[in-house]
């Protein structure tokens, strides 16, 4: 049995209890809550292992603490490992920490067996302080949910997908508009959808409509949206500038770190990549011709990659290993 712990903060922000009205303020301005990336690991792994059958508990406190024993797997959200009662053998992540510094003293602490993280690039990012403790392993894509749909027909070129998070004025200026403008010019159609102001059901909707899509993000950990994108048939052409990882919060005066990358899962199969807008034309040159000739199988690669029921299965095999370590 897996013990998975899993909470969405929502604490008081200005006085006792206002996250209630909080909450539903946010509800009828934004409409039913839509799971960010680190609960939709938390979801896909729960699908993967439903569908494998494996059998686990989601935030039983009190079944843990009758096995202390027991591993106990705490994914994303660090307040749930900062508030966590019990003293039961533990793996930690993925999504805990953002860096390694922000809990050094993660990986010599006695219950700690085994710490995960979306991907490789932060792997080696993290293990000059977390050592031999850390593992890459991403969740897995529904490809049932996430499917190319034949019977809707292409009526735009490419969807944009603007996941600028930070500079935003200067990668407009820089970045977007010079890429929109080329995008005109050759009179390719385009609908850009930006990270944070669309439904899901909205994107699943748009996808079959489009040929490919443009993805725009400094880096990604895992990268579900683009994946999710894959998984649907849908090739990409892909800003992946290989440099530093640029998180203000740690970069430039904590951190220096790269190369990282917007699409660390990835082959030729996929699409193309461009690593700054001078070569952007290019790059789409080449993309609109792999286009042509049918050279991109983006669904292949998900399904042999990040198949939803195998990332189970890897997680399952983390598990293992961190319940017989101690």
């Known amino acids: 049995m897996l013990n998975l712990f899993y909470r969405e903060p929502d604490e008081d922000r200005w006085f006792p209890y206002d996250r209630i009205p909080r909450r539903l303020v946010r509800r009828i301005r934004y409409g039913p809550r839509r799971p960010g990336g680190q609960e939709r690991v938390f979801l896909n792994l729960c699908l993967g292992l439903d569908r494998l059958g494996i059998p686990y508990s989601a935030n039983n406190l009190r079944r843990a603490s009758r096995h202390p024993e027991e591993l106990c797997c705490i994914i994303g959200k660090r307040q749930v490992l900062d508030t966590f009662p019990l003293h039961n053998p533990l793996m930690v992540g993925p999504c805990c920490y953002d860096h390694s510094i922000d809990a050094p003293d993660l990986a010599t602490r006695a219950a700690v067996r085994r710490i995960l993280v979306p991907g490789e690039w932060m792997r080696r990012m993290c293990e000059a302080i977390w050592g031999d403790k850390v593992f890459a392993w991403p969740v897995g894509i ?36 010079p890429l929109r403008a080329e995008l005109r010019r050759r009179n390719l159609t385009f609908s850009e959808i930006r990270y944070g102001s669309y439904k899901l059901d909205q994107y699943r909707a748009l996808l079959p409509t489009a040929r490919a899509m443009i993805f725009v993000c400094e880096h990604e950990t895992q990268g579900i949206a683009y994946q999710e994108a894959l998984a649907s048939g849908v090739p990409i052409l892909a800003w992946d500038h290989g440099g530093e990882w640029l998180d203000p919060s740690y970069h430039p005066d904590r951190v220096r770190y790269g190369p990282v990358s917007s699409v660390p899962y990835w082959d030729a199969t996929c699409g193309e990549k461009f690593a700054d807008i001078g070569m952007f034309s290019s790059a789409l040159e080449r993309f609109q011709q792999g286009l042509a000739t049918g050279i991109y199988y983006p669904r292949d690669f998900i399904l042999t990659h990040l198949e939803l029921k195998a990332a189970a299965r890897a997680f399952v095999a983390h598990a293992e290993a961190a319940s017989r370590r101690g």
């Open 142 to 177: 529904d490809t049932d949910l996430w499917a190319p749909e034949q019977d809707v027909p292409k009526t735009i070129d490419f969807i944009l997908y603007n996941k600028i998070r930070w500079d935003h004025a200067s990668r407009e200026s820089n970045l977007l508009e």
